[in-house]
C-alpha cells in the first residue's frame, strides 16, 4: 500500500507541478547527500538531545508518581486532583512562560517536553497500579511478603502494560513537541532546519528534514515496542 | 448520600489547592525576589484578563483559534469513526488501511507544517488540515479497537432479525463502539488544542497562541499569562464538554478511568 502512494507520487511528478513538491527519488537522492555532507546529522544530534532528556526526565517522574499515587492515598488525594484537572490544558502554553524563567535555551524546551510527557505516563501509571489484583496482593502478604516487595514484585509488574502504553503516548507527543518548539525559536535541530530551509525556499532540504522527522519518530517508536516485548515477555506481545 | 458528600469533599481539596497555588504565586510576585516582568502578581493577571474580556478583539482572537481547532476536529471525527468501522468490520479495508495506520502513526505530523503551509496557503486552511490529520490517528485507532471487539452474539440476532446490513452497522456497531470513540474524541480534542496553539505561534496573525507569542515579544508578560490562564480553560472546558456528551449518549456504561473520582 505504501509503495503504491510512493509509486503513484513519483509517477505524478513527471508531469506539471509546482516547484515545492519533490519526487521520492529526488529525496532520497537529497536526503543520502545530505548525511554524506554532514548538513543533517548536527541537526539530528540537536534535537535527540533535547527530546531524549525531556522524555526521560518527564516519563521518569511520571511514572514513579503514578504509581505510588496508584498505592498511596495521601499522595493520591494530594495529587489527583491537580493532575486531572490541568490534564487537558495545552502543555504547550507554558513555552512563553518557561521560556521567561529560564531562558530561550534547550532548558526551556526540555522542560516543556518533559511537562508534556509527565501526564500520559502519571495518568497511566496510576491506573495500572490501581488495577492491581486484590488477590495477588493479598496471597502475597499471606506468604509473608513486606510492602516494600509487594510493590516491587506485584505491584509494578501488573501496572507495566499499561506503564508502556503511557510511554508511547509520551514518546509521540515529546516529538511533537520538541518540533514545534524548535520552530518556534531555535538556531539547531530539525524543527529549525525545516523552517529555515522552507522560508529560503530549499525545497530539497526541508523534505530531507521532513525524513529525517519521520525516521526518528518511527524508529523510537519501533525501539519503544522492542523494549516493551522483552520486559513485558510473559504478555502476549501486542503492537 | 455519600456519593454527594465525597463528590463535594474533593471538590473543596480541588479549590483549596487552587487557592494555594495561587497563594503561593501572589506571595512570589509580592517578595520582589523577582522582577514583575517575571512573575506579576495575580492582580495584574486579573486586569489583564478583564481587559481581554472587555475587548471585542481579543473575543475574536479567542474565536479563530476555537474555530480552527473544532473544524479540525470534527472534521477528523466524521472521517475517522467512518473509517475506524470501516476498517474493524470489513476485512479488505482493514487488510489494506490497517498497515497504513499503523506504520505512519508514531510519524510526528508537524512536520509537514511547512509543506501544508505551501500547499494551503498561511491561513486558517493549513492549520485545519494539520489538525485534521493529527486528530484523525487517535480517532481511526481507538474505533478500529473498538468495532473489532462488538459482542458476536448481538450481530447474529440483529442479523437473524432481518436487520440490513446498513442497519446492523449503525443501531448494533456504532453504538457498541461508542465508549471507544469517545475515549478517541478525549485523546484527539487535547490534541487539537495542543496544534492550535503550535500553529499560530509559529505563523499567523490571529488567534490565541499568536497573542500570547506576541505579548511575550513586547514583555507584557501579565497580558501572555492572562492569555495563558484563557487557553488552559478552554482546554479544560471543551474537555469537560465531551465527558458530557459522553455521558449523556453512552449512558449505560458508566467512565471509570480518568475523572474516576
Known amino acids: ?239 | 448520600m455519600s456519593a454527594w458528600w465525597l463528590g463535594l469533599a474533593s471538590g473543596f481539596r480541588r479549590v483549596a489547592l487552587l487557592a494555594l497555588g495561587v497563594a503561593v504565586w501572589e506571595a512570589a510576585a509580592r517578595s520582589g525576589l523577582w522582577s514583575p516582568l517575571i512573575v506579576p502578581s495575580i492582580t495584574r493577571i486579573g486586569q489583564e484578563l478583564w481587559w481581554l474580556a472587555s475587548r471585542p478583539e481579543s473575543l475574536i482572537e479567542a474565536w479563530a483559534s476555537i474555530q480552527r481547532a473544532l473544524g479540525g476536529f470534527a472534521l477528523a471525527a466524521v472521517v475517522g469513526v467512518a473509517l475506524g468501522v470501516l476498517m474493524g468490520r470489513s476485512a479488505l479495508a482493514g487488510s489494506v488501511l490497517g498497515p497504513v495506520f499503523s506504520s505512519t502513526y508514531p510519524i510526528p505530523k508537524i512536520a509537514l507544517f511547512p509543506v501544508f503551509i505551501y500547499l494551503f496557503g498561511i491561513g486558517s486552511l493549513s492549520k485545519v488540515v494539520l489538525i485534521f490529520l493529527e486528530c484523525l490517528y487517535p480517532i481511526v485507532v481507538t474505533t478500529h479497537a473498538g468495532s473489532r471487539t462488538v459482542n458476536r452474539v448481538l450481530l447474529w440476532s440483529a442479523a437473524n432479525m432481518g436487520v440490513s446490513r446498513a442497519g446492523i452497522l449503525w443501531r448494533v456497531v456504532v453504538p457498541a463502539t461508542a465508549p471507544f470513540i469517545f475515549a478517541g474524541f478525549r485523546i484527539a480534542l487535547p490534541i487539537a488544542m495542543i496544534v492550535v496553539i503550535i500553529t499560530e505561534m509559529i505563523s499567523s496573525a490571529d488567534g490565541l497562541g499568536y497573542l500570547a507569542m506576541y505579548s511575550l515579544a513586547s514583555f507584557k508578560t501579565d497580558r501572555m499569562l492572562a492569555v495563558v490562564v484563557v487557553i488552559a480553560c478552554l482546554g479544560v472546558a471543551l474537555d469537560r464538554l465531551v465527558v458530557r456528551l459522553r455521558d449523556r449518549l453512552v449512558f449505560w456504561e458508566r467512565l471509570e478511568s480518568y475523572y474516576a473520582e
Open chain 1, 1 to 239: 500500500m505504501l509503495a503504491a502512494v510512493l509509486v503513484l507520487w513519483e509517477f505524478a511528478t513527471w508531469f506539471e507541478h509546482p516547484e515545492f513538491i519533490l519526487s521520492p527519488s529526488e529525496i532520497a537522492r537529497h536526503f543520502v547527500e545530505a548525511v554524506w555532507s554532514g548538513e543533517l546529522l548536527p541537526h539530528v544530534g540537536a534535537s535527540l538531545g533535547r527530546a531524549l532528556p525531556g522524555f526521560a526526565l518527564g516519563s521518569l517522574i511520571g511514572v514513579v508518581l503514578g504509581l505510588l499515587a496508584g498505592v498511596a492515598r495521601s499522595l493520591d488525594q494530594l495529587l489527583s486532583p491537580v493532575v486531572f484537572l490541568t490534564y487537558p490544558v495545552p502543555k504547550i502554553v507554558f513555552l512563553p512562560i518557561v521560556m521567561l524563567w529560564v531562558g530561550i535555551g534547550d532548558v526551556s524546551k526540555i522542560l516543556v517536553i518533559a511537562l508534556a510527557c509527565f501526564y500520559p505516563c502519571f495518568i497511566n501509571a496510576y491506573y495500572g497500579a490501581r488495577g492491581t489484583s486484590r488477590i495477588m496482593v493479598w496471597s502475597g502478604l499471606n506468604m509473608g511478603a513486606r510492602q516494600g516487595q509487594i510493590f516491587r514484585k506485584v505491584v509494578v509488574p501488573g501496572a507495566l502494560p499499561l506503564v508502556f502504553a503511557g510511554l508511547r503516548v509520551a514518546l509521540a507527543l515529546s516529538f511533537i513537541l520538541l518540533f514545534s518548539t524548535e520552530m518556534i525559536n531555535a538556531r539547531s535541530g530539525l524543527g529549525f532546519l525545516i523552517r529555515q530551509s522552507e522560508s529560503s525556499l530549499r525545497f530539497d532540504l526541508m523534505y530531507v528534514g521532513i525524513v529525517a522527522v519521520a525516521v526518528l519518530g518511527y524508529a523510537s517508536d519501533q525501539l519503544l515496542l522492542v523494549i516493551r516485548r522483552r520486559v513485558l515477555a510473559w504478555q502476549e506481545a501486542g503492537r
